[in-house]
């Protein structure tokens, strides 16, 4: 006996999983998790993300509005961290070699070893996230969501998705 064909399910009907509190429970989800897991390290989850995203952008360093950027965040956020992260000795800031208002962001040593430690704990949480899913899911996934990403960006600033 044939199966009877399924409607498709409006955008908005109740009964249909929503994109922006799925996102919502996953980032407030993970981001609880991580800050708990660090808490005795005196790092946060986005003073652990700048000292990423500074490593995977070395040798030159960053600017702050490239930081500020690549960590989709607002700039008085990323200049109130770094402050902090300068103060604790983490990140030195150094003059930009062509703009005098700019400053390269470079981690010190203590940043360095503060990174190392970290990392270890980041990388504990994301394999136990990812445990359930074969390499080919995960990465599917992992893809999907920086296509959605770059979606959500190209909208906001006006554009149309490709």
């Not at 490593?55 to 490239?66: D, H, K, R, V, Y």
Request: aromatic letters at 6%; proline letters at 7%.
């Amino acid at each position: 006996m044939p199966r009877p064909k399924k409607t498709a399910i409006p955008i908005d009907a109740p009964e249909r999983r929503r994109l922006p509190i799925l996102l919502r429970h996953a980032w407030y989800g993970l981001n609880q998790t991580f800050r708990r897991r660090l808490a005795h390290t005196g790092v946060t989850p986005d003073q652990f993300t700048t000292m990423r995203t500074i490593m995977e952008n070395e040798p030159g360093g960053l600017t702050q509005s490239q930081l500020t950027e690549l960590m989709a965040s607002d700039p008085n956020t990323i200049a109130s961290l770094i402050e902090r992260m300068e103060k604790a000795g983490w990140i030195a800031r150094t003059p930009h070699e062509k703009d005098r208002r700019a400053y390269r962001l470079k981690l010190k040593p203590l940043g360095r070893k503060k990174y190392q430690q970290v990392r270890q704990i980041a990388i504990a949480l994301q394999t136990e996230l990812f445990a359930d899913w074969s390499p080919p899911r995960r990465e599917q996934f992992l893809e999907n969501l920086a296509q959605l990403a770059e979606r959500c960006r190209a909208v906001a600033e006006g554009g149309k998705c490709k």
